[in-house]
């Protein structure tokens, strides 16, 4: 079946605790993202990624760090996570031009 | 990208039809209409898309006006899954674009038994 997987699905850490949201795609595609959902702000792009090795920053990157080094994942890390970084997080991938996107089942991240 | 605006709210009888309207006037001639939706909490899942022709797939019907400014999404026979808020998104399809979706405050649907 195709699909966009993401793990944990739920996590509470701390402020200040490393942690990775991992993302894998089973549909070849170049390109993926993240996004944050957060009340009444709807969803923004954190970073995307146009092919392995390439990543770019979206509308809101502080604080987030990314990596692609092979085409079927797309981690985002959180060095040193904060508070406000407490949201829901979507990755998403498609292919080539089209706008048609696949999301992933979401992460929720609280940090105390 | 054109800006689109939708209700924000609708209701629809189980087994209705349910229809979305969307307008995004100053939609450009390269620009496509996409929508998604998002079912409470879960991940945005895409629906349907179109450039000028009407479009219809297992899920819905897209109806495009022939000036392009407005459109409506067409679930034919509604049910209570359905109930989800709906976004109409119009972009460019281009392999050089940063793929952003910008998802406004859609249209929250409410199927009712």
């Known amino acids: 079946e195709a699909q966009v997987t993401q793990n944990p699905r739920y996590l509470i850490t701390v402020t200040g605790k490393k942690l990775t949201v991992t993302c894998s795609q089973n549909m070849n595609h170049e390109y993926m993202s993240w996004y944050r959902q957060d009340p009444g702000l709807g969803l923004r792009q954190i970073y995307y990624s146009m092919n392995v090795e390439v990543t770019d920053k979206g509308d809101v990157p502080e604080g987030y760090k990314v990596s692609r080094k092979e085409k079927r994942n797309f981690p985002l890390i959180l060095e040193s996570p904060s508070p406000n970084q407490t949201s829901l997080y979507f990755c998403?991938?498609?292919?080539?031009?089209?706008?048609?996107?696949?999301f992933g089942p979401g992460t929720r991240l609280l940090v105390l | 990208d054109a800006k689109t605006t939708q209700p924000p709210s609708m209701d629809c009888a189980e087994g209705r039809a349910a229809n979305l309207p969307c307008n995004h006037s100053?939609?450009?001639?390269?620009?496509?209409v996409y929508w998604y939706r998002q079912i409470h909490s879960q991940g945005p899942q895409y629906i349907i898309h179109?450039?000028?022709n009407n479009e219809t797939n297992e899920m819905a019907s897209l109806i495009i006006t022939e000036d392009r400014k407005s459109s409506t999404l067409i679930l034919p026979h509604a049910t209570l899954r359905d109930t989800a808020v709906y976004y109409c998104?119009?972009?460019?399809?281009?392999?050089?674009?940063?793929?952003?979706?910008?998802f406004g405050q859609g249209t929250t649907l409410q199927v009712k038994p």
């Open positions: 179109g450039l000028k």
């Open positions: 998104i119009v972009r460019v399809d281009g392999s050089s674009n940063t793929g952003k979706l910008i």
């Open positions: 100053t939609i450009s001639g390269n620009e496509y």
């Open positions: 998403a991938s498609k292919w080539g031009s089209t706008q048609t996107q696949y």
